[in-house]
C-alpha cells in the first residue's frame, strides 16, 4: 500500500524568506502524480502543486516550486518570498496514474506560520 | 469556479444521535468523496462515489453510511454518533479522469462535536 509521509508537523520562516516542506512516499508503481494542498485557517482546501511522476522537469507555479526526486521518493515544496498569506497547513499527496476516482493519499501535514 | 459547499460549518450531537452531512457540488463532477481530518492524522478517506447510486468503501468506512440520489449531492451519515467521531469532516468533488490527474476541489468542512 502507498504511504505519504511528512516529517514536519510544524515550521516557522520569516516573511520574504525561502522555506522548504518536506515529504516522502512509499509506492511500487512507476507512475502516479504527487500534490500540494494547502489549506488556510478557517479556509477551504485549494492545490497548490502538481507533478506528474513521468516528467523529469519539477513543476513550478509562481513562489511555489517542488524538488521530486523519483528514486529516493521524495517531494519537497519551496516557498520563495514567504507571504503572510501562505500561513497554512499544508498536505502532501498521491494517487495512482491510471486510477479513475483518482484516490489521494494524504499525508499528515505541515503547519506553516509565516511570520511579520 | 467550482464550487463546493457543506451545509453545515459546526455542528454539535448527542451520543446515539443520527447524523446527516450533506455536500454538493456545481461543476458537474462524477467523483464525490468524505474525509475526515484529524490533528497529526491528516485527511482519512471514509467513502467515496464515481456516480448516482455507487458508492466505495474508503480506509475507515465504520460507523458510516453515504447515499447519493443526485449526481450534485453526496450526503454522510452517522447512524450512531459516537464521542470517536468528533472531528473535522471534508467533502470533495472531481472529474472522473483515467489518469489520476484531476484535481480534488474542497468544501470548507463541518466541524462536528459529539457529546
Known amino acids: 500500500a502507498q504511504t505519504v509521509t511528512q516529517s514536519q508537523p510544524e515550521m516557522s520562516v520569516q516573511e520574504a524568506e525561502t522555506v522548504t516542506l518536506s515529504c516522502t512516499y512509499d509506492t511500487s508503481e512507476n507512475n502516479y502524480y504527487l500534490f500540494w494542498y494547502k489549506q488556510p485557517p478557517s479556509r477551504q482546501m485549494i492545490l497548490v502543486i502538481r507533478q506528474e511522476a513521468y516528467k523529469q522537469q519539477n513543476a513550478t507555479e509562481n513562489r511555489f516550486s517542488v524538488n521530486f526526486q523519483k528514486a529516493a521518493k521524495s517531494f519537497s515544496l519551496k516557498i520563495s518570498d514567504s507571504q503572510l498569506g501562505d500561513t497554512a497547513m499544508y498536505f502532501c499527496a498521491f494517487a495512482n496514474y491510471g486510477g479513475a476516482t483518482n484516490k489521494l493519499i494524504f499525508g499528515t501535514g505541515t503547519l506553516l506560520a509565516v511570520q511579520p | 469556479d467550482v464550487k463546493v459547499t457543506q451545509s453545515s460549518r459546526y455542528l454539535v450531537k448527542r451520543t446515539g444521535e443520527k447524523v446527516f452531512l450533506e455536500c454538493v457540488q456545481d461543476?458537474?463532477?462524477?467523483?464525490m468523496f468524505w474525509y475526515r481530518q484529524d490533528p497529526g492524522l491528516g485527511l482519512r478517506l471514509i467513502y467515496f462515489s464515481y456516480d448516482v447510486k455507487m458508492k466505495e468503501k474508503g480506509d475507515i468506512p465504520e460507523g458510516y453510511s453515504v447515499s447519493r440520489e443526485k449526481k450534485e449531492r453526496f450526503s454522510l451519515i452517522l447512524e450512531s454518533a459516537s464521542t470517536n467521531q468528533t472531528s473535522m469532516y471534508l467533502c470533495?468533488?472531481?472529474?472522473?479522469?483515467?489518469?489520476?490527474?484531476?484535481?480534488?476541489?474542497f468544501g470548507p468542512g463541518t466541524r462536528l462535536t459529539v457529546l
Open positions: 470533495a468533488s472531481s472529474f472522473l479522469g483515467l489518469a489520476g490527474s484531476n484535481e480534488q476541489f
Open positions: 461543476m458537474d463532477h462524477e467523483n
